[in-house]
């Protein structure tokens, strides 16, 4: 079973603040998905990565995938109060039965 | 972007009835569907993958009797919560499998259900 470990798992930070969210994994993922989910609704689809050290930027937020497709990150520059929420990462492997594996998710508070 | 759609967002039912919650691709085929549930602030829990015309694959500790699954078409999928008790109140979500590059999951609104 593909395991991915998100951290920090709760984050709380004033407006203007940069953060990090972790998701690693001693599996290769063939993809992985970022998205953020806030409370009563279901996840929104941020970025899919699929190359080893691929970056893609959305606006003030700038994911990565590692060269080795174990693990990736999502920067927030100035984080702002609508950036609140849940961030979950999810992963699979190649192969007719993609089953995403997702992290436990990072509860993200940005305090005006 | 792709678009899952769930119904109905809440509902509430009375203990020992049963509840059906459905899921559909909007604008692309989904093969693969999957129900998950999840609790306040937690990650997604993986109920059970659905696959069209096909039986479900259930997660461990998940009832197959209990949470019936039907994948009709690539387009719809549902799950009956049967008998259901207060301790099935949770927050239900689906998610489908846009099949090609980067195998992308699109997740529907989410279900929440009470049972009084």
């Known amino acids: 079973t593909q395991l991915l470990e998100q951290s920090p798992q709760f984050l709380s930070i004033q407006e203007g603040e940069n953060l990090t969210v972790y998701c690693n994994s001693s599996?290769?993922?063939?993809?992985l998905q970022w998205y953020r989910q806030e409370p009563g609704e279901g996840p929104v689809l941020l970025v899919t990565?699929?190359?080893?050290?691929e970056v893609k930027k959305l606006k003030r937020l700038t994911f990565q995938f590692g060269d080795a497709r174990k693990d990736s990150s999502l920067h927030i520059t100035a984080a702002q109060p609508g950036d609140t929420g849940l961030y979950l990462c999810?992963?699979?492997?190649?192969?007719?039965?993609?089953?995403?594996?997702f992290g436990r998710g990072t509860s993200l508070i940005v305090h005006p | 972007g792709a678009v899952v759609s769930q119904h109905p967002s809440w509902v509430i039912c009375k203990s020992g009835t049963s509840v059906k919650i459905e899921c559909r691709s909007l604008?692309?085929?989904?093969?693969?569907m999957f129900w998950y549930r999840q609790f306040p602030k937690q990650s997604l829990m993986l109920m059970a993958t659905?696959?069209?015309?096909?039986?479900?694959?259930?997660e461990q500790g998940v009832e197959k009797d209990k949470f019936l699954i039907n994948h009709a078409s690539l387009t719809l999928s549902t799950l009956t919560v049967t008998s259901a008790h207060p301790e099935d109140s949770s927050f239900y979500i689906c998610?489908?499998?846009?099949?090609?590059?980067?195998?992308?999951?699109?997740f529907g609104e989410g279900s929440w259900l009470t049972v009084v």
């Open positions: 998610s489908a499998r846009e099949m090609g590059f980067g195998n992308t999951i699109y």
């Open positions: 599996s290769v993922f063939s993809s």
């Open positions: 990565v699929v190359t080893g050290g």
């Open positions: 999810a992963g699979g492997s190649a192969g007719g039965s993609y089953i995403p594996t």
């Open positions: 604008d692309f085929q989904a093969t693969t």
């Open positions: 659905s696959n069209e015309g096909s039986k479900a694959t259930y």
